[in-house]
């Protein structure tokens, strides 16, 4: 369970090529791409079909856009050490808002961008785009560093409980460890 945290990167034999998911989920202009892209359609969809006067409705809204990007951030930063997201976090919030913020700068362009029941227009884009940016700021950093936070307290558990150091200890074992023979086939 430890190798998913791991402390120090080393080098892997790689053994079969990642699956389409993983190379996405490695790379964070991808990830912020298709996380504000999809959550800017989402919002449309639902501020032209729904009901934005009730108040359960816009909580539920803001509840489900928060998972996605959560979601995609933690599937994002599942890829890399504590050490590397200190500034992985960050990015991901500025790749995704601007990715956002363009979306929102594109259907405001041809009427399809709404604030609250009425049509957004390119005056409104701008201060639209500034509470995107801050918003992203306040959701995504503070929740890296919690992850960050849980992570950290897990793998030391995790080690102290198995009575090792590091991560890279075990991996280093498993290398100099003969290579176990295949079971002998049933007589």
Same mark, same amino acid.
């Given at each position: ?38 959550? %800017? ?16 409705? +816009? ?11 959560? +979601? ?10 504590? $050490? ?22 594109? *259907? ?10 009425? =049509?957004?227009?390119? &005056? ?7 509470? =995107?940016?801050?918003? $992203? ?8 560093? *919690? ?16 009575? $090792?150091? &590091? ?7 498993? $290398? %100099? ?11």
């Amino acid at each position: 369970m430890a190798e998913f945290f791991p402390r120090k990167t080393i080098a892997w034999e790689v053994v079969e090529d990642p699956t389409a998911i993983r190379r996405l989920s490695n790379s964070l202009p991808e990830m912020a791409l298709i996380t504000g892209v999809t959550l %800017r359609l989402y919002r449309a969809y639902v501020l032209s079909h729904g009901s934005p006067e009730s108040g359960w409705w +816009v909580g539920a809204t803001l509840v489900i856009g928060a998972v996605l990007i959560l +979601v995609m951030l933690t599937a994002h930063l599942a890829n890399y050490t504590v $050490r590397h997201w200190w500034w992985r976090g960050p990015m991901f919030a500025a790749l995704e808002a601007g990715t956002e913020i363009m979306m929102s700068l594109a *259907l405001t362009a041809v009427g399809l961008e709404k604030i609250g029941s009425g =049509v957004a227009e390119l &005056s409104d884009w701008l201060p639209g785009a500034a509470q =995107v940016l801050a918003w $992203r700021v306040v959701l995504i950093i503070p929740f890296t560093v *919690l992850l960050a936070v849980v992570v950290t307290i897990v793998r030391r558990l995790l080690l102290k409980r198995e009575h $090792r150091t &590091s991560t890279a200890q075990r991996v280093s074992e498993a $290398r %100099r460890a003969p290579p176990e023979e295949p079971p002998a086939p049933p007589a």
